[in-house]
């Protein structure tokens, strides 16, 4: 399975479980930007991320943290 921007939902999970000490609240939208590439199933764009994508990533992961 490969994650594209679109799947915030599964990154946020993928996220959280990669990264459980870290407060997702707190997390830039550059640093998350490169965490989400970073992850092993992430194969897209880099350049089709935007600011709403991120933020819908990181107020899931909020709730998966929560």
């Known amino acids: 399975m490969s ?3 679109v799947d915030v939902q599964e ?3 993928q996220l959280a479980e990669a990264r459980p000490d870290v407060n ?13 590439m970073a992850l092993p199933e992430f ?4 350049n089709r991320s935007g600011e ?3 933020e ?5 992961w909020i709730e998966e943290a929560d």
């Open 24 to 36: 997702p609240a707190t997390v830039s939208f550059p640093r998350l930007r490169e965490w989400v």
């Open 11 to 13: 990154i946020a999970i």
């Open 3 to 5: 994650l594209k921007w």
């Open 43 to 46: 194969d897209d764009d880099p």
């Open 56 to 60: 819908a990533i990181q107020a899931h």
């Open 52 to 54: 709403k994508v991120l």
